[in-house]
């Protein structure tokens, strides 16, 4: 016979995520210029993170494309405004742009790409953002990102 306290424990076990969810996330993005989060914790026992975007709107990567960005809070403004310039055939990313940590390719309606990148990149000192680079779309499509533990 298993005693109530037990089976709440075991049963409490369960809930818990399982470690390798702890190091990936998926974000959503829609035709409202949204991601599903402003905000993304990723864990510092991590080697590597793995972000999956998904676009759950329905228009073309011409007019509503969506991608994933993550920098430095500092150099956020300045990779933004350099990557409208880099164009669609780049991703609205600038090739080489070592203020860049990590990017997904420009995604439309329908579609999902993911990126995974070394944790051991991020500073625990410093502060993330994560953002969409399509051409006016940083000012609103953004979020922080904590490493945690």
Do not use: K
Not at 69 to 83: G, I, K
Request: negative net charge.
């Amino acid at each position: 016979m298993i005693r109530p306290m037990v089976a709440a424990a075991l049963l409490g076990l369960l809930s818990l995520p399982a470690l390798a969810d702890e190091c990936s996330a998926v974000v959503e993005s829609n035709d409202q210029m949204q991601f599903d989060t402003d905000t993304l914790e990723i864990s510092q026992s991590c080697d590597t993170f793995t972000l999956e975007l998904e676009h759950v709107g329905s228009m073309g990567v011409e007019t509503m494309g969506h991608n994933w960005v993550l920098t430095r809070e500092a150099d956020m403004a300045d990779v933004a405004e350099a990557s409208m310039a880099a164009g669609p055939e780049n991703d609205y990313i600038v090739p080489d742009d070592e203020r860049i940590i990590a990017y997904t390719e420009m995604i439309g309606g329908g579609e999902s790409t993911s990126v995974t990148f070394d944790v051991d990149e991020l500073d625990g000192d410093d502060s993330y953002v994560f953002f969409c680079s399509f051409p006016g779309h940083s000012g609103i499509m953004r979020g922080a990102v904590t490493l945690v533990d």
